[in-house]
Antibody
């Protein structure tokens, strides 16, 4: 069974750096073809993909967030870590991680974690 | 960036109805399109990928197709658990993008 779970702070202050961890099981990010993505969803709004890392360590970012976001993997811990700098209230959203197959299909999702940016 | 436009934004229907949700891409994405269902307060779930391939475990009342200019998600006979929000997503090129969503409501 494939599962993913997001963890990290639920509240951050403006200008702070957010660090979220996605802990996965049931697949290996060392295996060719595998990937993990981050997608976020502001309250009441649509989904937005913004970061992805493949088994090869190829990393992709959404242009609007590229300067603020870093995605890394630790296959020894079965974790993917996301850091986002200079947080703003507009970054308030539920953050999901998802297993990526066939380069771009978000096949299995974590339950998501709501991050609120407020002073 | 490739813009994905869904229609309608909201759809009211009854149990047993057949419904179509459409998604149009601003550029050619060939067939690199997926459909997701999201229940309130839950994570999305993939239904269809590569425009028309049904994900394992998804009921056969869901289907995907492509016309000349748009992609279509069809639910052949609505069930109570199908009332949710649906998103299309292109994975032809980065940045991957989603449509704005279609909320399927009970009439």
């Amino acid at each position: 069974q494939i599962t993913l779970k997001e963890s990290g702070p639920t509240l951050v202050k403006p200008t702070q750096t957010l660090t979220l961890t996605c802990t996965y099981s049931g697949f290996s990010l060392s295996t060719s073809g595998e990937g993990v993505a981050w997608i976020r969803q502001p309250p009441g709004k649509a989904l937005e993909w913004f970061a992805l890392i493949y088994w090869s360590n190829d990393k992709r970012y959404s242009p609007p967030l590229k300067s603020r976001v870093t995605i890394t993997k630790d296959t020894s811990k079965d974790q993917v870590v996301l850091t986002m700098t200079n947080m703003d209230p507009a970054d308030t959203a539920t953050y999901f991680c998802a297993r990526v197959v066939q380069w771009g299909i978000f096949q299995v999702w974590g339950r998501g974690t709501l991050v609120t940016v407020s002073s | 960036d490739i813009q994905m436009t869904q229609s309608p934004s909201t759809l009211s229907a009854s149990v047993g109805d057949r419904v179509n949700i459409t998604c149009r891409a601003s550029q050619n994405i060939i067939n690199w399109l997926a459909w997701y269902q999201q229940q309130p307060g839950k994570a999305p779930k993939v239904l269809i990928y590569k425009a028309s391939i049904l994900e394992s475990g998804v009921p056969s009342r869901f289907s995907g197709s492509k016309s000349a200019t748009e992609f279509i998600l069809t639910i052949s006979s609505l069930q109570p658990e199908d009332f949710a929000t649906y998103y299309c997503q292109q994975y032809n090129s980065f940045p991957y993008t989603f449509g704005q969503g279609t909320k399927l409501e009970i009439k």
